[in-house]
């Protein structure tokens, strides 16, 4: 009986009561959309802003200068699938499961990489089903990346770096097949890979 | 035996089925739609009741036919403690699941290979890391091969065995303090 009271104003007809039904209902329709908007942000693409140094100079150009953060446009369709050295990828960190990293692919499984420090070996084989990240970042004390932690599976990857949409100076498609790094990769068969 | 009759309880809602869905074919899309997806946000990230097969978490799970219950706000790790079953994303093959149970966090100390098996030589799990071996020994592909696993790759804890019915149990750690 009091929620007929309550809710009365609804049925009345006063003003208010038929603001408050027109917005409830629209405010329904509104959350109805909600796990839309999730399953396109988690398999099909969502925009990410970069924070931190470790892809300078190709990412976050104007790190010494401003506070700026780039945004980029990261592709979640099935990002593992033929994935080629010199791609941006999106993963979870290793060290820190809240954290979402982005480096560069360098090597794939097979490879050999040439470490540097504080890697504790001085080449590393990648086993099958794992990937060699590095930073572009030439200060290696900038970036955290699989010269810490080693080479990271393939499942922990969600996500590629495929276009930068600000600033507008590097507006584009990320070429990652123009991509030359310094570091020394001796490329090597998939068959060949190291199986757990 | 006595003549079908149709439910009562059922009319109002199908007469309102009807007049909203009946010659609306884009609203029953979009619905259909969206009732799906919600389905698909509750599964990945509330509770999801999932298949397995595999001998490696013998006598907890049979090799075949078993369903069992995952909670995903353990997800990452949040959360996850030691003799806790987890799924995870496997590490060796990309795109399959795997069900073990977790022995050492980060910062543990534990034994590499098989008791009994050769060397005790133990280590220390890294920052971000778990250990996680199977309850089959003998039968499971685990850390004792592919080392200590990122928590990221943690995609639920198994909280309860739901088919077959008759064997239906909420999952313990098998954890007992010391007296």
């Not at chain 1, 104003?9 to 009561?17: C, L």
């Not at chain 1, 329709?29 to 990410?48: C, L, R, S």
């Not at chain 1, 794992?130 to 010269?147: F, Q």
């Not at chain 2, 098996?117 to 133990?122: A, D, F, K, P, R």
Request: charge should be positive; include cysteine.
């Amino acid at each position: 009986m009091t929620t007929r009271r309550l809710f009365s104003s609804f049925n009345r007809g006063t003003q208010y009561g038929q603001f408050a039904r027109v917005f409830g209902y629209n405010l329904f329709i509104f959350a109805t959309w909600i796990p839309a908007v999730i399953f396109f942000h988690d398999n099909i693409g969502e925009v990410t802003r970069i924070s931190g140094p470790s892809m300078y100079p190709y990412l976050n150009t104007s790190y010494n200068e401003n506070q700026k953060e780039d945004r980029c446009w990261v592709n979640k369709f099935r990002p593992t699938q033929n994935l080629q050295r010199g791609m941006l990828v999106s993963f979870r960190s290793p060290y820190h499961p809240e954290v979402l990293a982005i480096k560069r692919v360098i090597a794939v499984e097979g490879d050999r990489v040439i470490t540097h420090a504080p890697y504790p070996l001085p080449i590393a084989d990648v086993p099958a089903g794992h990937v060699w990240v590095e930073g572009d970042n030439r200060d290696a004390n900038k970036t955290l990346d699989s010269n810490h932690y080693g080479p990271i599976p393939l499942n922990l990857i969600q996500g590629r770096v495929t276009h930068v949409l600000w600033p507008w100076t590097s507006f584009g498609a990320v070429r990652w097949w123009e991509f030359k790094g310094r570091t020394r990769v001796l490329k090597g068969r998939k068959e060949s890979a190291l199986r757990f | 035996m006595p003549p079908f009759r149709f439910p009562v309880f059922l009319k109002p809602p199908l007469q309102f089925l009807k007049k909203h869905y009946y010659s609306h074919p884009f609203l029953l899309f979009t619905t259909t739609l969206k009732t799906l997806l919600l389905f698909h946000v509750i599964t990945r990230y509330q509770y999801s009741i999932d298949g397995t097969w595999g001998a490696s978490m013998l006598p907890t799970f049979s090799v075949f036919g078993d369903h069992v219950l995952i909670d995903r706000g353990y997800r990452r790790g949040r959360g996850v403690e030691v003799g806790d079953v987890v799924t995870f994303d496997s590490v060796v093959e990309p795109g399959e699941k795997v069900i073990k149970r977790v022995l050492g966090l980060e910062g543990d100390y534990v034994m590499r290979n098989t008791p009994g098996s050769g060397s005790q030589e133990m280590i220390q799990i890294p920052k971000g890391h778990c250990w996680v071996v199977g309850d089959n020994l003998g039968f499971s592909r685990d850390s004792r091969h592919f080392g200590p696993m990122p928590m990221a790759l943690i995609k639920g804890k198994v909280i309860a065995k739901v088919f077959p019915w008759k064997e239906r149990e909420w999952l313990t750690s098998g954890l007992n303090p010391v007296v």
